[in-house]
């Protein structure tokens, strides 16, 4: 080991003096700022054209993510009663914080769509109602109950009204959310899009009892969900982007969509070049300069990658990260003011889902805090690489099947050795 360290150092001096002397040949061993005019390969090109900073400390949209548990929630001894996800994005309104999110509390924890009941949730967002809470400092939060309601039969979310987001537009509060009409998990996980308006954060809110974002058409990738829906206000409009779970079960394609009104409660038209991302689950996006950035968290090809789209609509990677926060709702000081120049987050609230275990099943909101703003510069939150446990490895064990399938495979070795 100490050999091969002195070996590579002792190549190293010797490369940096022949870059010094600009005698050498090859790739220099200072890593250019800006792309060397020299002949490259696939990966060292994309380096400087595909990314802002050749290094990941010099990429503004490259974080490590940090996790902090949250005060003022209980959970029930995190029996399965009472769950809290699907946060929204973080707002600062009459001097603090303010977040809203599903909340469940039934009897039982979810049972499945088989066993489900006027009562008994099929899911973790079965039954469900849109809570919200305050912070004066965004770590220790305090409950202020139901802002959005189950509305009654026949209404738009009659069974579960969930995965709430927040848009302020001209003075007034608008949350969007799904809105469930059959028990989550009958048929897949089908819903539309609602929303409810009110004139101050702490409500009252009013249901539009309509459905805001429908379902595409019969064949097309939204025809069955619209999911997480999440305003932003970019050149003047109202960009609201969602997630649909296209393909079918059990090998879903959960892409996003984007969907823009000059009138919060619609007509919202959706874009013509939807889907606009082509990974991710719940949707996670903020202004950032002129463009708009998303964090495409746990699925699909482009998982955990931070993507940005100069115009809302064409987005591509712009890094790739680790222990990307799921659901994340995200503090965006300039989520609703339609400047340029926007500077990005430092952190929000998220969700960890099947918090305790399957029996239990329940979700817990939890603070993440990142670097990608402008305005911080944080180098510990600028390294790559997150150092887990042997234990964190461990758990992600081999199922039965996969252990039968290497007990066959040592067989077959055995076997074609002794012919
Ligand atoms: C979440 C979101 C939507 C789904 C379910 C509850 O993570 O994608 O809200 O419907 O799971």
Not at 293 to 300: E, F, S, T, Y
Not at 329 to 336: L, R
Not at 347 to 362: L, Y
């Amino acid at each position: 080991m100490k050999a091969a360290w002195l070996w590579s150092m002792a190549v190293a001096v010797a490369a940096g003096a022949a870059a010094e002397e600009g005698s050498m040949q090859g790739f220099p061993f200072v890593l250019p700022k800006q792309k060397p005019d020299m002949p490259l390969s696939e990966a060292m090109e994309r380096l400087y054209t595909d990314y802002r900073a050749p290094r990941p400390e010099d990429n503004e949209l490259f974080t490590q993510f940090k996790y902090t548990e949250l005060k003022g929630f209980d959970y029930h001894d995190g029996d399965g009663t009472i769950t809290r996800r699907d946060p929204s994005k973080v707002i600062f309104a009459k001097g603090k914080y303010y977040v809203w999110y599903t909340h469940r509390n039934t009897p039982t924890p979810p049972k499945g769509p088989q066993k489900c009941s006027d009562t008994i949730p099929s899911t973790d967002w079965d039954l469900c109602d849109i809570w919200y809470a305050t912070s004066n400092d965004g770590f220790t939060w305090e409950e202020q109950g139901v802002a959005v309601p189950r509305p009654p039969k026949p209404n738009v979310g009659w069974r579960s009204v969930c995965t709430s987001d927040i848009l302020v537009w001209k003075g007034k509060y608008y949350l969007y959310y799904q809105g469930f009409m059959e028990a989550s998990g009958k048929r897949g996980d089908y819903c539309p899009v609602t929303a409810s308006w009110a004139d101050s954060p702490d409500g009252p809110w009013t249901p539009c009892n309509k459905v805001v974002i429908p379902n595409g058409p019969e064949g097309a990738w939204d025809q069955y969900t619209i999911h997480d829906p999440y305003p932003l206000v970019y050149n003047g409009r109202i960009y609201l982007y969602y997630k649909a779970d296209a393909d079918g079960a059990p090998n879903l394609v959960r892409m996003q969509g984007l969907a823009i009104a000059d009138d919060p409660l619609g007509p919202f038209e959706k874009h013509p070049l939807n889907p606009v991302i082509n990974s991710g689950h719940e949707t996670t996006l903020f202004p950032f300069e002129d463009g708009i950035a998303a964090l495409v968290i746990h699925d699909g090809t482009e998982h955990y990658t931070v993507q940005f789209a100069k115009d809302g609509v064409n987005f591509s990677i712009a890094s790739i990260v680790d222990l990307m926060p799921r659901a994340a709702g995200p503090f965006i000081p300039d989520a609703f003011v339609d400047a340029k120049g926007r500077r990005g987050i430092t952190w929000g609230i998220s969700h960890f889902t099947n918090a305790t275990t399957w029996e239990h099943n329940h979700s817990i909101l939890a603070r993440f805090d990142c670097d990608l703003s402008l305005d911080v510069d944080d180098p510990v939150l600028k390294r790559t690489g997150t150092y887990h446990r042997p234990d964190v490895y461990y758990r992600q064990g081999l199922t039965g099947e996969q252990r039968k399938r290497i007990g066959e495979e040592n067989q077959r070795f055995k076997a074609a050795q002794k012919r």
